[in-house]
């Protein structure tokens, strides 16, 4: 029976490493990202959090959500953000049929699979709060009825750096409910150099092409991907190695506040998605430091001071890591 069950789940991992594959494929033929930012990626995909993408225009950022969401396989709906946005535009509303006589439901944008906030931040922050109970409850409540999303539902939200015009901070809670935040920065020579032959080879250099883009997996699929990530066995060090880590964000010179347990449980849900990327069932402690600064950057505030001398939360969190003890065994 031990030796079935075995056999068994090395089947699931060896079929979840050919869909792993398939994904990053696809997405590698459309987008040109570093490496760090393709398995970030798929992390939030497969690990069942949102993602955060962030970067100044211009640097691919919809496209690398639009392209996650096409092969993915779910039904995907995107909603430009801007200052006159209304919640009930993203969430849906209830309407007055004056033929029947009665009150007809429609939902909005935010019924589907995957959900694409292009610029969230220009939209003020009554519309970015439409999106709260919906990331962390899975649920829209309208007129009082709550109404459950379809699983898997994963919010890719881009944004521009806030010293960009015309741009309104998002709220730390809203922030926190990211499971990952993306840097997308300026590409090397050489991506820069395919980038630029790519899309003048093309007829509309401008456009954005993901509608031949062909889905390698299904909605199902990627529930059972999260399966076979929740039935991932961690180590006891392992745990308390990300609680040590979250936990110390908060006493760390130069942050103002640190992240809270749901930064804890992103950070190991993460490290639980980037082993298995690496055909791994199991977490090792580099595992919890590839994805430290993508899970924390957004969850930490650092103090005046270390904003005025010019310091990042990525600066700050390089240092928490290289002193904080990883487990050895």
Same mark, same amino acid.
């Given at each position: 029976?031990?030796?079935?069950?075995?056999?068994?789940?090395?089947?699931?991992?060896?079929?979840?490493?050919?869909?792993?594959?398939?994904?990053?494929?696809?997405?590698?033929?459309?987008?040109?990202?570093?490496?760090?930012? !393709?398995?970030?990626?798929? +992390? *939030?995909?497969? &690990? $069942?959090?949102?993602?955060?993408?962030?970067?100044? %225009?211009? #640097?691919?950022?919809?496209? !690398?959500?639009?392209?996650? +969401? *096409?092969?993915? &396989? $779910?039904?995907?709906?995107?909603?430009?953000?801007? %200052?006159? #946005?209304?919640?009930?535009?993203?969430?849906?509303?209830?309407?007055?049929?004056?033929?029947?006589?009665?009150?007809?439901?429609?939902?909005? %944008?935010?019924?589907?699979?995957?959900?694409?906030?292009?610029?969230?931040?220009?939209?003020?922050?009554?519309?970015?709060?439409?999106?709260?109970?919906?990331?962390?409850?899975?649920?829209?409540?309208?007129?009082?009825?709550?109404?459950?999303?379809?699983?898997?539902?994963?919010?890719?939200?881009?944004?521009?750096?806030?010293?960009?015009?015309?741009?309104?901070?998002?709220?730390?809670?809203?922030?926190?409910?990211?499971?990952?935040?993306?840097?997308?920065?300026?590409?090397?020579?050489?991506?820069?150099?395919?980038?630029?032959?790519?899309?003048?080879?093309?007829?509309?250099?401008?456009?954005?092409?993901?509608?031949?883009?062909?889905?390698?997996?299904?909605?199902?699929?990627?529930?059972?991907?999260?399966?076979?990530?929740?039935?991932?066995?961690?180590?006891?060090?392992?745990?308390?190695?990300?609680?040590?880590?979250?936990?110390?964000?908060?006493?760390?010179?130069?942050?103002?506040?640190?992240?809270?347990?749901?930064?804890?449980?992103?950070?190991?849900?993460?490290?639980?998605?980037?082993?298995?990327?690496?055909?791994?069932?199991?977490?090792?402690?580099?595992?919890?430091?590839?994805?430290?600064?993508?899970?924390?950057?957004?969850?930490?505030?650092?103090?005046?001071?270390?904003?005025?001398?010019?310091?990042?939360?990525?600066?700050?969190?390089?240092?928490?890591?290289?002193?904080?003890?990883?487990?050895?065994?």
């Amino acid at each position: 029976m031990e030796e079935k069950d075995a056999e068994q789940k090395q089947d699931r991992l060896r079929w979840a490493q050919t869909l792993i594959a398939q994904l990053r494929s696809a997405i590698g033929k459309t987008v040109v990202v570093p490496e760090e930012t !393709l398995v970030g990626a798929i +992390a *939030a995909l497969i &690990g $069942g959090g949102h993602l955060l993408i962030e970067g100044v %225009p211009g #640097l691919g950022k919809t496209l !690398l959500a639009r392209t996650l +969401a *096409a092969v993915s &396989g $779910g039904e995907c709906n995107r909603v430009q953000f801007t %200052p006159d #946005l209304l919640p009930s535009d993203i969430t849906g509303h209830v309407l007055y049929d004056m033929k029947s006589g009665e009150f007809r439901l429609r939902r909005g %944008p935010v019924f589907c699979h995957v959900l694409l906030a292009d610029e969230i931040n220009r939209a003020p922050a009554k519309t970015q709060a439409a999106l709260l109970e919906a990331m962390q409850e899975k649920q829209v409540t309208l007129e009082g009825r709550s109404l459950p999303l379809e699983e898997p539902f994963l919010v890719i939200a881009t944004q521009n750096p806030l010293e960009q015009e015309g741009t309104y901070p998002l709220p730390q809670s809203q922030l926190d409910r990211f499971m990952l935040k993306l840097h997308v920065e300026y590409p090397d020579e050489a991506a820069e150099m395919r980038i630029v032959q790519a899309n003048c080879s093309r007829s509309n250099s401008n456009s954005l092409h993901t509608a031949a883009i062909v889905p390698v997996a299904r909605p199902e699929d990627i529930r059972l991907l999260q399966g076979i990530i929740s039935a991932m066995t961690v180590d006891a060090q392992i745990l308390a190695y990300v609680v040590r880590l979250v936990r110390a964000t908060r006493e760390w010179a130069g942050f103002d506040h640190g992240a809270g347990p749901r930064g804890g449980i992103a950070l190991l849900r993460t490290a639980q998605a980037a082993a298995l990327i690496n055909g791994r069932s199991f977490v090792l402690p580099d595992d919890i430091k590839r994805m430290t600064l993508p899970v924390l950057r957004h969850r930490v505030k650092l103090s005046a001071d270390m904003e005025l001398e010019g310091y990042s939360p990525d600066d700050l969190l390089h240092d928490l890591i290289a002193a904080t003890p990883a487990p050895r065994a």
